[in-house]
Nanobody, 114 residues
Framework: VQLQASGGGLVQAGGSLRLSCAAS????????IGWYRQPPGKRREWVAN???????NYADSVKGRFTISRDNAKNTVYLQMNSLKPEDTAVYYC?????????WGQGTELTVSS
């Protein structure tokens, strides 16, 4: 099983970026998928999730700025991030929900400059 996040980079505050999570080795459409992030020096935290039917939930810190979506035909989940803030700087990961420790990929790094 692989859940590979990509699309990170360096952006200025107020900018936008879209992350992708490509899954393989699972029946993708059968799983809820979550995005998580780990800011420098802090614990990993949940950001957003999307269930099999497409319903989504967001952490308060990103609500109204981030949008999660999925394309089951491409086995991919996206995280559209708008109005980025320096506190969004983190390594972003995706996982199924409930998450499995053996499904964590390498993550993708986002740096938001002020």
């Amino acid at each position: 099983v692989q859940l590979q996040a990509s699309g990170g980079g360096l952006v200025q505050a107020g900018g936008s970026l879209r992350l992708s999570c490509a899954a393989s080795g699972i029946t993708f459409s059968s799983y809820a998928i979550g995005w998580y992030r780990q800011p420098p020096g802090k614990r990993r935290e949940w950001v957003a999730n999307i269930n099999r039917g497409g319903s989504s939930n967001y952490a308060d810190s990103v609500k109204g700025r981030f949008t999660i979506s999925r394309d089951n035909a491409k086995n991919t989940v996206y995280l559209q991030m708008n109005s980025l803030k320096p506190e969004d700087t983190a390594v972003y990961y995706c996982n199924i929900q409930p998450m499995r420790n053996d499904y964590w990929g390498q993550g993708t790094e986002l740096t938001v400059s002020s």
